[in-house]
C-alpha cells in the first residue's frame, strides 16, 4: 500500500533532515544541473489533483492523491529534502483552501465512497494515514523554522491543518463514532504496537468496568461482567501513528517557545493535545502538562502589555481564541497532570487579570470580552471539582469593584446585557447576590438620563434575578419596587412587566400576596394611567397563579379577584373603566358551562360567576343605572359647552365666528371633569 510505504520511509533522523531544509539555495541552478525544469512534477501534479477534489465525487481518491504528493513534496526521509518556493506555495494553497473542508466532509460522512466495504476501508485507511503523516511532517518543517514574517503566514496556513487533526482525534465525530467498533485493517499492524515502535501515546481503550491498561483485571467467570471488547482502535492507532512520525514531539517542541508561533497555531496545537489528553499514557500527560508552564507564562506577559497578538492582530476581535485556550485546552490539560489545583489557581490570575484590563477599555469589544470572561469563570468555578471557588471568585469581583464596573456602559447592547445577566444570575443562584449589586441595578433604572432601552434590559434582568432568588432576596427587591410606584407610566409598564413575569416563575406560589396586592395598586389606584391600565396586567397576573394552582384553588383565586373589582367598582368613583375591563378578562379565566358538562365535574363557570354576581349585587341593574347617570350628565354638559366656551373666549371672542367643534369637545369634557 503506498500510504504504508509513505510511512516506512520516515526516518528517525528527522533532525538532520529538518537542518537540510534551512540551507541557502539556488533553486534554478540546482534544477538545472539536475536536468529539472520548472515546474516540477510534483507541482504539476498537485494542482491537477487539487482541482479534482474540488470537483470530483470520489472524495476518498482525490484527496488521498492530494495527501500522498504532499508528503513527497515535503521531502522528509528522502534525498531530496528541499523545495522550491512554488512548491511550498502550492502545498500551503490545498491546506489554507482544501484540506479542512475536505476532511471535515469526510469525517462527517462515513460512506464517502461507492466502493465495496473491503474496499473503502482500505481506501479510507490509507487516506487517513496520509492525513496524519501530511500534518506530522507539515508541523515538523515548520519546527525547524525561525520565526520571521515568511513563518508568520506558514502559521496561518498551519491552523487548519491543526485543526484537521482536532476533528480527526474525536471520537465524537459520525466518522469515528462509525469505526468505534471495527478492527483496524490487517495492514496496520506493523506500525500498532510493534516492539521497534519507539513510544506509545494513546492507550488502548476497553468497554468494561476494568482498568484501561490491563484487561486481564476483568474476571473472565464473573458473568455479570461484559465480555472485554476493544474499542476505538482505529482513534489509537491514529494518534499513535501521529506520535511514530514525529507530531506530537514538533508540537511540544513549538509550544515550549510559545512567543516564535502565532497565537492562532499556539491555541490550535494545544486544543490537539487538550482532544486527545484523556486517551493518552501517563507519559504522554506529563510531556503535555510539561508545555502548560511555557503557555500561560506567555499569554500572561501578552495580557499585561495589551499585545495585539492576544486578538491575532485584530483578526480576532472578540478573543474567541484567548478564550477558547484558557477555559478548554488547557484545563484538558492540567486536570490531566500532577497538581490541578495549583496550575488551574494560576490559570485563574491570568483570567482575572484580562478581565481587569478588558473593562479598562473603552472599546465594547474588548469590555463585552471582559464580561464574557468574567462569566465563563463563573460557571466553570460551578462546574469544576478542582481550582478557584466561587467564594474566591466573588471576593475578587468585589477587591476590584467588577459589577459597578460592567454596569457602568453599553446596557443598551443586548449581547453585553445578556452576559451580565449570566453573572448575576450565577451570583443570585449560589447566594452571592449582594444588597449593594441590587443598589447597582436599580440605580441604572431610577437615572433621569437613562435610556428606554437600558430600563427595558434591567427591568428584564431584574426578572431573571427574582425569579431565582430566595425570600430574603425577594424582600430586598420588592423594597425596591414599592419605593418606584410613583414613577413615570413608562417605568410603571414596565414594573408591571416584571411583576407578570415573576408571577410567571413562582410556581411555589411563594410571592402570590405581594404580587397580587402591588399589581393592584398600580393598575387600580386612583392615579392610574390608562396606558398602564390597557395592559391587562391583573388578569395576567391572576391567569399565571391559576396555572400554578390546583384547578379548584386557581378558580377560587381568579373568583377572589373578581370579586374584588366587583366591589371597588360598586363603592363608585374614578377608574369605572379601567375596573371593567378587568372584569371582563377575569371572566374570560374562568370555563364555560357546556366544557364542564362535558367533563362532568362540578366546578365554578364564567355563567354561575355573573348569576352569582346578579343575585348578591344586581350588578347589571347597577351598570345600567350607572350608565343613563352618565348619559344625562353627558347631555347636560354638551348643552352647557357653548356658553362655558364662550366664556373661556372672554368678549373678544363672544361677537367671532360659531365654535369650532374642538373647543366644544374641550369643554365637555371640562364640563364631565367637573
Not at 501534479?45 to 500522498?68: D, E, K, P
Amino acid at each position: 500500500m503506498e500510504g504504508q510505504t509513505v510511512s516506512n520511509s520516515i526516518s528517525d533522523d528527522a533532525g538532520q533532515a529538518s537542518s537540510e531544509l534551512l540551507e541557502e539555495q539556488d533553486g534554478d541552478a540546482m534544477d538545472a544541473e539536475q536536468g529539472k525544469l520548472f515546474p516540477s512534477d510534483e507541482f504539476i501534479l498537485l494542482n491537477h489533483q487539487t482541482t479534482v477534489l474540488r470537483t470530483g465525487s470520489h472524495g476518498i481518491h482525490a484527496l488521498s492523491q492530494c495527501l500522498r504528493t504532499v508528503c513527497g513534496m515535503l521531502g522528509w526521509g528522502s534525498p531530496r529534502s528541499r523545495m522550491r518556493q512554488a512548491d511550498l506555495d502550492c502545498v500551503r494553497r490545498l491546506f489554507r483552501d482544501d484540506l479542512f473542508l475536505s476532511v471535515d466532509k469526510l469525517l462527517n460522512y462515513h460512506q464517502s465512497s461507492r466502493l465495496p466495504q473491503q474496499d473503502q476501508e482500505e481506501a479510507l485507511f490509507e487516506t487517513l494515514q496520509l492525513l496524519v503523516a501530511t500534518a506530522a511532517h507539515a508541523l515538523g518543517y515548520r519546527a525547524c523554522l525561525p520565526a520571521s514574517d515568511a513563518t508568520a503566514e506558514l502559521d496561518s496556513d498551519l491552523v487548519p491543518v491543526a485543526q484537521c487533526m482536532l476533528n480527526l482525534f474525536n471520537m465524537h465525530r459520525p466518522l469515528m463514532h462509525h469505526l468505534a467498533e471495527e478492527e483496524v485493517p490487517a495492514s496496520s499492524q506493523p506500525f500498532e504496537y510493534a516492539d521497534n515502535l519507539p513510544e506509545v501515546w494513546a492507550q488502548r481503550q476497553f468497554s468494561s468496568d476494568a482498568d484501561n491498561d490491563d484487561p486481564i483485571a476483568v474476571d473472565e467467570q464473573d458473568e455479570q461482567l461484559e465480555p472485554v471488547v476493544e474499542r476505538n482502535r482505529w482513534l489509537v492507532h491514529l494518534i499513535n501513528h501521529f506520535g511514530y512520525l514525529h507530531g506530537f514531539d514538533n508540537i511540544l517542541q513549538l509550544l515550549q517557545e510559545p512567543d516564535q508561533v502565532s497565537f492562532a497555531l499556539l491555541n490550535m496545537m494545544t486544543a490537539v493535545l487538550a482532544q486527545v489528553v484523556d486517551e493518552a499514557t501517563d507519559a504522554a500527560k506529563e510531556k503535555f502538562n510539561e508545555i502548560v508552564g511555557p503557555v500561560m507564562q506567555h499569554v500572561e506577559q501578552l495580557v499585561k502589555a495589551g499585545n495585539e497578538r492576544l486578538n491575532d492582530h485584530g483578526s480576532d476581535r472578540t478573543y474567541s481564541i484567548f478564550q477558547c485556550l484558557v477555559n478548554t485546552n488547557l484545563p484538558r490539560i492540567i486536570l490531566q497532570g500532577p497538581d490541578p489545583q495549583a496550575m488551574l489557581l494560576q490559570l485563574a490570575q491570568v483570567q482575572c487579570l484580562f478581565v481587569s484590563k478588558m473593562l479598562d477599555s473603552s472599546s465594547f469589544n474588548k469590555l463585552l470580552s471582559g464580561v464574557r470572561e468574567c462569566n465563563r469563570m463563573l460557571i466553570n468555578a460551578g462546574n469544576r471539582q478542582c481550582g478557584p471557588t466561587l467564594e474566591m471568585l466573588v471576593d475578587w469581583m468585589a477587591r476590584e469593584g467588577i459589577v459597578q464596573r460592567i454596569l457602568r456602559t453599553n446596557l443598551h447592547q443586548r449581547q453585553y446585557v445578556q452576559e451580565v445577566q449570566g453573572i448575576m444570575v450565577t451570583l443570585t443562584i449560589n447566594q452571592f447576590l449582594a444588597p449593594e449589586h441590587l443598589d447597582m441595578l436599580w440605580a441604572v433604572t431610577e437615572k433621569e438620563d437613562t435610556y428606554e432601552a437600558v430600563k427595558a434590559h434591567m427591568f428584564g434582568l431584574l426578572a431573571e434575578i427574582a425569579s431565582r432568588s430566595l425570600p430574603n432576596q425577594l424582600d430586598m427587591l420588592f423594597a425596591k419596587l414599592e419605593a418606584a410606584q410613583q414613577r413615570s407610566s413608562q417605568d410603571t409598564a414596565r414594573l408591571l412587566g416584571l411583576l407578570q413575569h415573576l408571577a410567571a416563575s413562582d410556581k411555589e406560589v411563594n410571592m402570590v400576596g405581594k404580587i397580587s396586592d402591588m399589581v393592584w395598586d398600580l393598575t387600580m389606584g386612583e392615579s392610574a394611567h390608562p396606558d398602564v391600565v390597557a395592559l391587562n396586567a391583573l388578569a395576567n397576573a391572576t391567569k399565571a397563579y391559576k396555572l400554578h394552582l390546583e384547578v379548584g384553588e386557581g378558580l377560587d383565586f381568579v373568583v377572589a379577584n373578581l370579586g374584588k373589582c366587583c366591589a371597588k367598582l360598586l363603592e363608585g368613583g374614578a377608574g369605572q373603566v379601567p375596573l371593567l375591563r378587568s372584569m371582563q378578562e377575569l371572566l374570560r379565566l374562568l370555563p364555560d358551562e357546556g366544557a364542564v358538562k362535558q367533563k362532568a365535574r362540578k366546578l365554578l363557570t364564567m355563567q354561575r360567576a355573573i348569576e352569582d354576581l346578579e343575585q348578591r349585587h344586581s350588578f347589571s341593574a347597577t351598570l345600567v343605572d350607572r350608565l343613563c347617570k352618565r348619559v344625562d350628565e353627558a347631555r347636560h354638559a354638551l348643552a352647557a359647552a357653548p356658553a362655558a366656551a364662550a366664556a373661556a373666549a372672554g368678549p373678544a371672542g363672544a361677537a367671532a365666528s360659531p365654535l369650532p367643534e374642538e373647543a366644544l369637545q374641550q369643554a365637555v369634557v371640562s364640563s364631565l371633569g367637573e
